[in-house]
């Protein structure tokens, strides 16, 4: 945890280990009922679906037996951007509906500011916003189970993952009752990291040298975050928007699939799977 | 009612003609204000727009209509500012169109939103970084000033004119028109630049981002300079489809041909200018985020394919601008308005190449592209400004002044 | 919009920005009052001019100053 003038900084972030994950969607169902996100009776358009989470599918598109697959979880990438805060979607929202905090590095979002102009879903270059095209619908009785720490949203508003910052909130208030200065890593936990089966998702302060995604991440704050180990990644590094949001995996064709390359020979995968609920059904 | 005539000296089709002509728009605009109640009422829901087209027929709408509005800002500059006061015949209809088109962006706005009634964040907790902020703010003002500008050609109507107030309020508004008209430039110029500059920020959409001097993308100037260039082409359009509607010569030949003229050079200018900005873009911008600029053009080829680069640069670009700028190219009556629709088409595929376009192709290698088409709902809402601007242009010629040389043609 | 509003920063954006927007809406202010002030002098002098019936309570019974 980074001390200067007086403030203490932190810088939240999640490593995914793609070697782990088995795309079981554990994830994706605890941040729905953590986080309150809607649903309707008919989910088949995806297109329209809340889900702060995304399992995708890839796969190396060889013939067998070279053929691999591999599950990657995308949640909002909670950017940096350049100059600190300059993140896609916070530089273009006109209301400041959505603001990179330099305490804890973590992109909020205002639902009781945004006036759904959609100008961020737009400029997410990871489409990590969903927009609420209806208002939520609860089946009866299922509005006793809704989290009271997380506002639902109405519609005509844009949502994303917060990094369950209610937790950091009640991580913090926890801390300050019991008289630590800090708060303890299992103490603020995402919602996602805690339900993954596999122990592929890895939540922390990556500044802080005692969090282990520091230390699996090795992140060079002088290189805007950028790994030292050689099996971390981020997605899209070249566009600079420095996500918090690292994925690790021992296969280069996972690591080649990060980012645009300008060799057009390269395989581009198409087969992919917006949800892997969609698999099961 | 009875049409009271501008002067009492020109003729105007009888009341029964004239509502019965105009049955078929006021059934457009009704199903365009049933679509609209439809979406305020039950959400956005009622469009075809999804997480991936954030963006789609309202925005590219409100783009193109409001660079199509342009030549109010343009007329006027060329009017008060560079002595060209041949163009008076045309500066009120102008300014009129700039009426239609702004208050039709405006409406298409408040239906886009998700929360219209939080309109007024945008200017009490304005982000002053964010372009659309920029757009807000200048929109607004400058609409009020167009419909300042408006205030004189309406203050004319004789039964306005019998009221001292009125009429006096239209000759001192006129007297202080190069005031109003100076604040309108100002603010297009930053307003029409703030909306090209909307797509060119967007640092993490390749395909639109663009490099540009201080915080000002190339696409910022490139919208500005198009629409200057459109505006006056689209003032023509309607003042032509006016005339042949209204069986009467409206404008004097030497004013149109003068329009078409600076259109002309604008168009071509442009052009040069938008060439230069997409060999840039195509060989350092996109590099650089690690996309060669062929993947933009051939991974959805039916629907953003070259076709849109060659449609939008050479046929609507360079063939239209070398039309108009050559004499006779638009003393060709034919030619010369061929020209005209392509200019207009050329800045409507701009647009719409910088929205839509933007949005469908994914940025993450393993995103996939996804088709969009409008719903009847957009459909009909977008319709709204064609209905509207048929039925305010009708009304307007039929009761007031709108073409100081109509008599002295006919 | 405001220096008293909630997150207005005093750097080179917010001050650039809105002393241009509000300088624009002052001199757009200005104009309008202006031809309303004009447009008021010009129709009570006329109605005077003119022996206008109201003209007793618009400038006889008026406050010269």
């Known amino acids: 945890m980074e001390k200067t003038d007086g403030k203490s900084y932190q810088k939240f972030g999640m490593v995914i280990d793609l070697d782990k994950c088995t795309g079981c969607g554990s994830c994706m169902v605890a941040c729905m009922s953590e986080n309150n996100i809607s649903f309707r009776p008919d989910e088949t358009d995806k297109l329209r679906s809340i889900s702060w989470m995304r399992v995708y599918k890839l796969s190396n598109q060889k013939p067998f037996p070279q053929t691999d697959l591999c599950y990657l979880p995308m949640p909002c990438m909670h950017c940096e951007g350049a100059d600190s805060g300059h993140s896609p979607c916070i530089s273009v929202c006109p209301v400041t509906a959505t603001d990179y905090d330099k305490s804890t590095g973590i992109v909020s979002q205002i639902y009781t500011r945004c006036f759904g102009c959609r100008y961020c879903m737009v400029a997410c270059p990871y489409q990590a916003r969903y927009f609420n095209w209806w208002d939520p619908v609860w089946p009866k009785g299922m509005e006793k189970m809704l989290n009271p720490d997380v506002s639902p949203r109405m519609r005509g508003v844009v949502e994303k993952c917060s990094f369950c910052y209610h937790r950091l909130q009640s991580a913090r208030d926890k801390a300050h009752l019991q008289g630590r200065p800090e708060i303890p890593e299992q103490s603020y936990q995402t919602a996602c990291a805690q339900a993954c089966p596999a122990g592929a998702i890895t939540f922390g302060d990556l500044k802080n040298a005692n969090h282990s995604i520091s230390s699996l991440v090795k992140p060079d704050f002088n290189q805007g975050g950028k790994s030292k180990n050689p099996k971390v990644f981020r997605l899209l590094e070249k566009l600079d928007t420095k996500p918090s949001l690292y994925y690790s995996s021992s296969k280069q064709w996972v690591r080649d699939m990060s980012d645009n390359k300008l060799r057009e020979e390269k395989p581009q995968p198409t087969i992919t799977m917006q949800n892997s609920r969609e698999r099961r059904n | ?410 | ?65």
Request: hydrophobic residues 55%; aromatic residues 16%.
């Open chain 2, 1 to 410: 009612m009875k049409a009271v005539i501008p002067s009492g000296e020109i003729p105007r089709c009888s009341s029964r003609h004239f509502y019965l002509r105009l049955l078929p728009v006021l059934i457009l605009l009704a199903w365009g204000i049933y679509a609209m109640l439809l979406v305020w009422i039950k959400g956005l829901n009622q469009t075809n727009m999804n997480n991936t087209y954030g963006f789609a027929l309202w925005i590219w709408a409100d783009l193109a209509i409001i660079a199509l509005g342009g030549g109010a800002f343009f007329t006027g500059l060329l009017t008060y500012f560079f002595g060209k006061t041949e163009l008076r015949s045309i500066i009120n209809f102008a300014v009129l169109v700039g009426v239609i088109c702004y208050s039709s962006a405006l409406l298409i706005l408040a239906l886009d939103v998700g929360q219209p009634l939080r309109f007024w964040f945008i200017y009490w907790h304005a982000n002053v970084h964010s372009m659309l902020t920029e757009v807000a703010f200048c929109l607004t003002v400058y609409f009020v000033i167009l419909n300042i500008e408006y205030l004189p050609a309406l203050m004319e109507h004789p039964k306005l004119q019998q009221i001292p107030f009125f009429k006096n309020l239209g000759r001192n508004t006129h007297a202080v028109m190069g005031l109003f008209a100076g604040i309108g430039v100002f603010l297009s110029f930053f307003h029409q630049g703030s909306l090209g500059g909307m797509t060119g920020v967007l640092y993490g959409r390749p395909f639109a981002y663009r490099e540009g001097l201080l915080i000002w993308p190339w696409t910022f100037f490139l919208f500005t300079w198009s629409a200057a260039a459109a505006g006056p082409c689209f003032t023509l359009l309607l003042a032509r489809l006016t005339e042949m509607v209204s069986g009467k010569k409206l404008v004097p030949g030497v004013v149109k041909d003068l329009l078409a003229k600076i259109s002309g050079w604008m168009i071509i200018t442009y052009i040069v200018a938008k060439t230069a900005d997409t060999i840039f873009w195509a060989t350092n911008t996109a590099p650089k985020a690690g996309f060669v600029w062929t993947r933009f053009y051939t991974e959805s080829p039916l629907y953003h394919g070259y076709w849109i680069l060659v449609a939008e640069i050479l046929i609507c670009g360079f063939i239209p601008g070398l039309i108009l700028i050559s004499k006779r190219g638009r003393h060709h009556k034919r030619l010369c308005w061929i020209a005209v629709l392509l200019v207009i088409c050329g800045v409507c595929l701009n647009r719409w190449s910088l929205i839509m376009q933007t949005v469908a192709m994914p940025v993450l290698p393993f995103e996939k592209w996804v088709f969009y088409l409008p719903s009847w709902q957009e459909i009909a809402t977008t319709l709204i400004p064609v209905s509207l601007g048929i039925i305010i242009i009708a009304l307007s010629y039929r009761h007031l002044k709108l073409f100081p040389q109509e008599k002295e043609l006919n």
């Open chain 3, 1 to 65: 919009m405001f220096p008293t509003v909630f997150e207005w920063i005093w750097d080179m954006g917010h001050v650039i920005f809105m002393s241009i927007f509000w300088l624009v809406i002052i001199v757009l202010l200005i104009g309008i009052v202006t031809v309303l002030w004009k447009t008021a002098i010009d129709t009570n002098r006329e109605a005077i001019e003119s022996g206008d019936e109201w003209s007793e309570t618009s400038a006889r019974g008026r406050n010269p100053f």
